[in-house]
């Protein structure tokens, strides 16, 4: 009778740490942060020779997931017409998009306005359900 109720009581207590652990790691998971950048391309070959490369290099340094965009691929759907580039990126999470964004602030000065001119904001995304 003691081996079945130890062994019970060791199922019991995995079972807690279990779901315990998995509540910690949820808790724990950050929500994603999202970029969205208007570029007006003013020289596509520089931009796509001297800042591009670089550029996507910064984004994959800081974890960023290329989802949607690049040259020409937009609409108007209301109000003022988008630039000739407009780019969707996803990050892990705020943190990450922070860190992006202040190395890509030093780029865009030191390369990029040569060949464009730029906007970006950052938005954090929201808990899935």
Known sequence: MKSVSKI???AI??????VGAGSVLYAQA????????EIDVRDQDGYAKDFLPKAQANIR???GKYLAGG?????T??????PNRVVLIQFPDMDSL?????????????????YASFRAIGIEGVEQK
């Open 71 to 75: 040259l020409n691929k937009t609409i």
């Open 8 to 10: 019970a009581t060791a």
């Open 77 to 82: 759907m209301n109000g003022a017409p988008p």
């Open 61 to 63: 340094e800081h974890g």
């Open 98 to 114: 922070k860190a992006f964004g202040a190395k890509q602030t030093q780029l865009e000065a030191d390369v990029g306005n040569k």
């Open 13 to 18: 207590a995995s079972f807690v740490l279990g």
């Open 30 to 37: 950050k929500i994603p942060a999202y970029s969205v950048a």
